[in-house]
């Protein structure tokens, strides 16, 4: 399967390469945003998005926000199911969505 690419972006904003747009493969930055954005903030998919914020400092919502990732990458095209939710001592959460491209 062919790898979807878009433009470039370095934390958050365009990427310049050579005086013009970067591309790249954009499926890293497409689970990202999808995991980052709240439904509704992409008008063409008003249900899209995980609203990964709204979790911050909410214990024992793991579950539920494994539940909502699996969804909404399988709805975007991707498998996630060995998503990986971990918080330490400290609070910090990581994830894994482990996602691929169906």
Do not use: C
């Amino acid at each position: 399967m062919a790898n979807n690419t878009d433009i470039a972006l370095f934390n958050n904003d365009l990427f310049f390469e050579n005086g013009d747009f970067a591309i790249t493969e954009s499926d890293v930055q497409h689970v990202s945003d999808t995991i980052s954005a709240f439904p509704g903030w992409w008008k063409e998919n008003p249900t899209d998005g995980v609203g990964l914020f709204q979790y911050l400092h909410s214990a024992g919502k793991e579950q539920q926000l494994e539940r909502s990732m699996k969804i909404n990458l399988l709805s975007d095209g991707y498998r996630a199911d060995a998503v990986s939710i971990n918080i330490d001592a400290a609070g910090n959460l990581t994830i894994n969505p482990n996602a691929e491209k169906l």
